[in-house]
């Protein structure tokens, strides 16, 4: 692959997810599908609630008996409803979920009603209407009715609405298996002694820590050398269906990963894009993963871990919109003109105005660390005056 114009962002991220099918299906018990995503739309397997029920706790009336009052017939409790019919001034004592005996067609709260032993009478306003406090058969949803399309995402609602209509276990793409792989003869692990020409090496946890949350597993497969040997034995390895690597990703002598990529048979789709942080990003396929390679200055790595790695393992995961949302908010002092690539400046919200970073350079992981937001700029845009709106990435 010769070296080719920058591409734009928005190309890049759809060659990639053109790259990133979605995995094969399986089938997992509800309690297991937290965060996963519905790899077929799934349908109410029964009507709910199934039958009338009270919304409250008090005594189930004829609306046409008011004001009373009433002879109390029986009770319908949740889980064991009154068996027959309520006559013209008959009333069944209810509570909250029980089924509404047949006749009934509305509920006196307990607060609005005087009980002397079998005997009811009225002591406020009473229901306004015919169907006041009761459920409906049918009002959250009924059988055969999706609830959920394929590729939405199985949020806590949406698992406890597939378990009320009736599911048990839910269809969900497979896991991803992220391997994960920094690259460079400096980085020696986090914690251990650091000599002059070294530096302790983050990238790999950081981009873990950025998919957790995400169905994967991640499979660490260590700092690799600059060497072209063993960073091809590693790759031609591989047993994940994403690979991600960073650093050795720019043009210079020691940037080994995209022709040790290609040496072991990748098949590269695109290298560098029109973007600060994160130009050098490359992808591509080997035999069947997607391979991501990420800068390695640790700012670029995390912009382009947001921008691409983590929608592509939504993409492969099942979700059908794996962009990352965005927001305007509104500037807390100017901005000068942007170049030709797309920037995501590290920004603070503050008071709900957004504040840049004076500094941007993308080695310093305190700005990043202090940062709750990125501000999008489109290339070339013009000066921004404080008080304009402007797009933001949410980091938290
Ligand atoms: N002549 C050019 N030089 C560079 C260009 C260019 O277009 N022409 N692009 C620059 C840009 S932009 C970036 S971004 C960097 C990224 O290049 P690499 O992906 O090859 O990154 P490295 O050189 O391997 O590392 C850069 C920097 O980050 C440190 N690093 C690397 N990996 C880790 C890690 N896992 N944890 C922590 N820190 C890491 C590394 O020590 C370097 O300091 O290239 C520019 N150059
Ligand atoms: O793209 Mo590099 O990430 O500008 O520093």
Redesign the pocket.
């Known amino acids: 692959m010769t070296v080719q114009p920058l591409l734009p962002v928005e190309d890049a991220f759809a060659r990639l997810i053109a790259l990133a099918r979605p995995l094969p299906g399986e089938t997992v018990a509800l309690a297991q599908a937290a965060g996963r995503w519905a790899a077929e739309d799934i349908a109410a397997r029964r009507t709910q609630p199934v039958t009338d029920l009270s919304a409250m706790d008090g005594y189930a009336i004829r609306f046409a008996d008011l004001p009373g009052p009433w002879e109390v017939i029986g009770e319908s409790a949740a889980g064991s409803r009154f068996v027959g019919d309520v006559a013209a001034g008959q009333a069944v004592r209810i509570f909250t979920g029980a089924a509404m005996p047949p006749g009934a067609d509305c509920v006196l709260v307990q607060e609005e009603a005087l009980r002397d032993d079998a005997w009811l009478r009225l002591a406020g306003e009473g229901p306004g209407h015919v169907g006041r406090n009761v459920r409906r058969r049918g009002l959250d949803f009924a059988e055969g009715e999706t609830l959920i399309a394929a590729g939405e995402r199985l949020t806590p609602a949406r698992l406890a609405l597939a378990g009320v209509a009736g599911l048990g276990d839910v269809p969900v793409r497979r896991r991803v298996r992220v391997a994960i792989a920094?690259?460079?003869d400096?980085?020696v692990a986090p914690g251990m002694p650091v000599r002059a020409d070294q530096?302790?090496?983050?990238?790999?946890l950081m981009i873990a820590a950025q998919l957790a949350g995400l169905p994967v597993e991640i499979v660490d497969l260590g700092?690799l050398p600059d060497d072209p040997a063993r960073l091809e034995s590693a790759f031609s390895a591989l047993d994940a269906d994403l690979l991600v690597t960073?650093?050795?990703?720019?043009?210079?002598d020691?940037?080994l990963v995209r022709p040790a990529l290609e040496a072991v048979g990748a098949r590269m789709d695109f290298w560098r894009i029109a973007l600060?942080?994160?130009?050098?990003m490359m992808a591509g396929t080997l035999g069947d993963a997607v391979v991501i390679g990420?800068?390695?200055?640790?700012v670029?790595?995390f912009v382009t871990t947001m921008l691409f790695v983590r929608p592509a393992v939504c993409a492969m995961a099942g979700a059908a919109d794996p962009q990352p949302p965005t927001r305007p908010a509104v500037l807390g002092e100017p901005l000068a003109a942007n170049g030709p690539r797309t920037d995501y400046m590290r920004a603070q919200l503050v008071d709900g105005r957004v504040h840049v970073a004076d500094t941007q350079d993308?080695?310093m992981l305190r700005t990043l660390a202090r940062a709750d937001c990125l501000v999008v700029r489109p290339p070339h845009a013009p000066e921004a005056a404080e008080g304009e709106t402007v797009t933001i990435l949410g980091l938290a």
């Open positions: 920094a690259t460079g400096e980085l530096l302790p090496e983050t990238n790999r700092i960073s650093g050795g990703a720019s043009v210079g020691h940037d600060r942080p994160g130009k050098p990420l800068p390695g200055n640790p670029s790595a993308s080695s």
